[in-house]
């Protein structure tokens, strides 16, 4: 099946600071989205980006399919920006999606 | 407000007795999904639906089982054959069974088997 490889695997930032977040994977998907998981273990939806860049806020993500990788932009982060930011993909064949083992972010205040 | 409901938050059960998980939308999203979350992990797929009275296994069906008798209801049912089942349970939806809309997560329950 398809392999998905995020990085880094942790991330200590002050508030303020910038980040971004990387996922690969190993074949050609159509269906890509990013989520956050907050320390309650509630996983919210941030962006369905197969391709092309989406922006919302403080966030934004691009997806390259062609190079089968996917960035998410955190910019100004806060304290709510703490959790683990998960990357999930669907490739031709599967009928659901394929998530990495996510990064852990920490925003300090 | 729409959303997805699961229910308990917490569950605890001694080995040997079979659970059930409680998933509910009013989404009226045709797509419901059932993933397993490890402590320092990634989700995996167990078991989805796409449409009602039918299903699908996921990567890791084996020792749980499911229905769809309706649209709204996805109830998950962790049995005795699953070796390992103590882990945080989170069950999905989409509206589109297909590869176009983005998936929506419950809240999750955390079972606990000892």
């Known amino acids: 099946g398809i392999q998905v490889e995020q990085s880094p695997p942790d991330l200590i930032l002050q508030e303020g600071a910038n980040s971004t977040l990387r996922c690969n994977f190993s074949?050609?998907?159509?269906?890509l989205q990013w989520f956050h998981q907050n320390p309650w273990g509630q996983l919210i939806n941030l962006f369905y980006?197969?391709?092309g860049t989406k922006q919302n806020g403080r966030l934004s993500a691009t997806t390259v399919a062609t190079d089968r990788y996917s960035l998410l932009y955190i910019s100004s982060s806060q304290t709510p920006d703490s959790g683990v930011y998960f990357c999930?993909?669907?490739?031709?064949?599967?009928?659901?999606?394929?998530f990495g083992k996510g990064t852990h972010l920490i925003i300090q205040p | 407000d729409g959303g997805i409901t699961q229910s308990p938050k917490y569950l605890f059960r001694k080995e040997g007795q079979n659970v059930t998980l409680s998933c509910e939308q009013n989404?009226?999203?045709?797509?419901m999904y059932w993933y397993r979350q490890d402590p320092g992990q990634g989700l995996r797929l167990i078991y989805y639906?796409?449409?009602?009275?039918?299903?699908q296994k996921g990567d890791i069906a084996e020792g749980y089982s499911v229905s769809r008798e309706k649209k709204e209801s996805f109830p998950l049912t962790v049995t005795s054959a699953q070796k390992n089942p103590t882990a945080f349970y989170l069950c999905a939806s989409s509206i589109d069974p297909g590869n176009n809309s983005p998936l929506h997560f419950g809240n999750g329950t955390r079972l606990t088997v000892t």
């Open positions: 639906s796409q449409i009602v009275n039918d299903f």
């Open positions: 989404l009226n999203h045709d797509a």
């Open positions: 980006i197969p391709s």
């Open positions: 074949d050609s998907v159509n269906n």
């Open positions: 999930a993909v669907q490739g031709g064949g599967a009928d659901g999606l394929t």
